[in-house]
């Protein structure tokens, strides 16, 4: 696997457990339907929270969050909303994002409640 990709499966797993010692149950790990996919959905008082995950190696080419386009926040609404159907969810929806910049002794975690909202298309 080439090693970009065992980063961002490091930093999910660190987001997870991060969230998890918070108080949040995990739902599921990269939901996938198609073409559409989730990097954590999860749950906490009564809200679905979908996160989005972005890692980085670190900040020369930018910060994490300025991944997160508007092309890209569609996608994840678009993918949230299949997942609300396909499940029946009948919870309000919180859009999260998790940053993770590797460091020597692990990683940055930047949890930013809140982090977009629904776009209308």
């Not at 999860?42 to 997160?68: C, I, S």
Request: net charge negative.
């Amino acid at each position: 696997m080439a090693e970009h990709n065992e980063l961002g499966k490091e930093g999910e797993q660190q987001a997870a457990e991060y969230l998890l010692s918070q108080g949040y149950a995990i739902r599921h790990r990269n939901w996938r339907c198609g073409h559409k996919e989730l990097d954590i959905v999860a749950e906490k008082e009564g809200v679905l929270v979908v996160v989005e995950v972005k890692t980085r190696r670190d900040t020369e080419y930018g910060r994490p969050e300025e991944a997160v386009t508007n092309g890209k926040i569609r996608r994840i609404v678009s993918s949230a909303d299949a997942y609300l159907r396909k499940f029946a969810v009948d919870l309000p929806v919180r859009f999260d994002l998790i940053t993770m910049v590797k460091k020597e002794e692990g990683f940055h975690l930047n949890h930013i409640e809140d982090a977009f909202r629904s776009p209308l298309f």
